[in-house]
C-alpha cells in the first residue's frame, strides 16, 4: 500500500512524477476541463488543527476530480487509538489525509495497512507543502537542477521537508538560524547520506545569501523551559529578512514565507509587500500537487485505474 509520510517515502522518481502530474492537473484547471480520475474515491480529511490552506485545497481539488470528500471530527488518537479508528475508517473510506502534530499517529495510521494515509502536516514534515513550493520554481525555472534555497528558520516540519527534498533532489539547502536552533546533527547525516543535493546549517545570514535562488522563512519558535518569548526575541531577530536581504538574491530570485506569517517577527512588512515576494502565487500549486499525490495513492490501491486519468 502507497502511503505518503514524507518526500523520502517516495524519492526523486516519484517526487518528479508527482510534480509532472501536477503540472497537467494545473494547467486543465485552468481551462475548466478537470478530468474526473477521482470520481467516487472517497477521501477522509482529519484536520483537527485547522490549516485553512491545506484543507480547503484538499477538498476543492478532490471533489474538482470526482472524490467524495468528508471530514473526521475530534483528536488524532483521542479517545479512541488510531489503530482501531483505521479499522473503522476502512469501511468507508479509500484514502485518509492527517494533519497533526503526532507523526508517530501517523506512522501507525499507516503501519495498520488499512487505508493509505496522506501526511498533511506533522512535527516532522509539511511534504505537501514544500512539493507545491517546488512545483512553483520549477515552473519560473524551467528545471530543479542547481536550485539554491536559503532556509531561514528554526529546526521544525517545514525545515525538514526542505532538507529532505535536497536529499533526494539535485538541489542545494541551507537551514541559517541562531546557534541552538538547528536541526539535530543525527537527522542531518542521515539525510546526507547517500544525498542527491546538498544540505548544510549556516549562523552567518548575510554568508548563507550569497548566490541563492530562494529565501525561505518560517515563524519564530515558542519558548523552551527555561526560556522566555523575548529570548527567542533576542536570538532571531539578526534573521529578520527586509527588503536589503532580498536585493541580494539572484536576477531570478523569490522570496518565499511560509504562512502564516509574522511582520515584525521572521519578515518586515517591507519585505512582505515586495515583488520578489511570491508565496501567494505559490500556494496556488498546492491544490494541484496534492491532487496529484491523491491520485497515486488512489491508483496504488485500485480505488482508481489508469484509464481514468482523462
Not at 42 to 47: E, I, K
Not at 64 to 70: H, K, L, R, S, T
Not at 257 to 270: D, L, Q
Request: contains cysteine; negative net charge; glycine residues 8%.
Amino acid at each position: 500500500m502507497l502511503h505518503f509520510l514524507s518526500l523520502r517515502d517516495w524519492g526523486a522518481a516519484r517526487a518528479v512524477e508527482t510534480l509532472d502530474r501536477a503540472d497537467v492537473l494545473s494547467a486543465l484547471w485552468r481551462d475548466d476541463r478537470m478530468p474526473q480520475s477521482l470520481a467516487g474515491v472517497r477521501v477522509a480529511l482529519w484536520f483537527p488543527d485547522g490549516g485553512f490552506r491545506n484543507r480547503l485545497a484538499f477538498e476543492l481539488g478532490a471533489q474538482a476530480m470526482g472524490a467524495i470528500v468528508a471530514y473526521m471530527p475530534g483528536e488524532v488518537g483521542a479517545p479512541e487509538p488510531v489503530d482501531d479508528v483505521a479499522a473503522y475508517l476502512a469501511n468507508w473510506f479509500d484514502v485518509l489525509v492527517v494533519r497533526t502534530w503526532g507523526h508517530a499517529d501517523l506512522v501507525r495510521l499507516a503501519a495498520s495497512e488499512r487505508l493509505p494515509v496522506v501526511n498533511g502536516r506533522t512535527a516532522e514534515g509539511h511534504p505537501c507543502e514544500i512539493l507545491g513550493d517546488l512545483l512553483h520554481l520549477r515552473r519560473r525555472r524551467g528545471t530543479l537542477d542547481g536550485l539554491a534555497v536559503a532556509y531561514v528558520g528554526p529546526a521544525s516540519n517545514i525545515g525538514t521537508s526542505w532538507l529532505e527534498a535536497a536529499s533526494i533532489l539535485p538541489i542545494r539547502v541551507v537551514q541559517v538560524c541562531p546557534p541552538g536552533y538547528e536541526t539535530a546533527p543525527a537527522l542531518l547525516a542521515e539525510l546526507r547520506a547517500g544525498a542527491a543535493g546538498t544540505l548544510a546549517v549556516s549562523h552567518d545570514l548575510d554568508d548563507a545569501l550569497r548566490d541563492v535562488d530562494v529565501i525561505y522563512t518560517d515563524c519564530w519558535p515558542s519558548s523552551r523551559p527555561g526560556e522566555t518569548r523575548d529570548d527567542v526575541a533576542r536570538a532571531f531577530r539578526p534573521y529578520r529578512i527586509d527588503v536589503r536581504h532580498l536585493e541580494r538574491l539572484r536576477d531570478d530570485g523569490v522570496f518565499l514565507p511560509c504562512p502564516p506569517v509574522t511582520r515584525g517577527e521572521e519578515v518586515t512588512a517591507a519585505a512582505m509587500s515586495s515583488p520578489r515576494c511570491e508565496s501567494p502565487a505559490a500556494k496556488e500549486r498546492l491544490l494541484h500537487v496534492q491532487n496529484a499525490i491523491l491520485e497515486r495513492v488512489a491508483l496504488d490501491t485500485g480505488a482508481v485505474s489508469d484509464v481514468d486519468r482523462r
